[in-house]
């Protein structure tokens, strides 16, 4: 059964930096892809970054690029998003999710592409 958990949401400042992590219950091996978007109220889910599992390569949404970074522990079968530089503007809630063995990151950066999702963790900057 597959769950992610996410964690490491909070309050900071404009400017803060916040790490943000995704704990598998399964292999890392067991996904394609693994990403993160968020959700603010009103506002449809973004996409933020995502990660091929098994190359290693990585994608940004262009709200984000060069402020986060997206990392993927095998070993700890954990993702992270480190968030650098925050703007009020990325209040939102941030969702880990991740897609099928057979299926890479490329193109992949609607909600409808991923079939696992985790519960969210909330960030807020002021």
């Known amino acids: 059964h597959v769950q992610l958990v996410e964690s490491g949401g909070g309050s900071v400042q404009s400017g803060g930096s916040l790490t943000l992590t995704c704990s598998s219950s399964?292999?890392?091996?067991?996904?394609?892809?693994m990403g993160w978007f968020r959700q603010a109220p009103g506002k449809e889910r973004e996409f933020i970054a995502s990660q091929f599992t098994g190359a290693g390569t990585k994608y940004y949404g262009d709200s984000v690029n060069g402020r986060f970074t997206i990392h993927l522990d095998h070993g700890k079968k954990t993702l992270y998003l480190q968030m650098n530089s925050l703007k009020p503007e990325d209040t939102a809630m941030y969702y880990c999710?991740?897609?099928?063995?057979?299926?890479?990151?490329?193109?992949?950066?609607?909600?409808?592409?991923?079939?696992?999702w985790g519960q969210g963790t909330q960030v807020t900057v002021s």
């Open positions: 399964v292999n890392i091996d067991n996904f394609g892809c």
């Open positions: 999710a991740a897609r099928g063995p057979t299926y890479g990151c490329y193109s992949a950066s609607a909600e409808a592409d991923f079939r696992y």
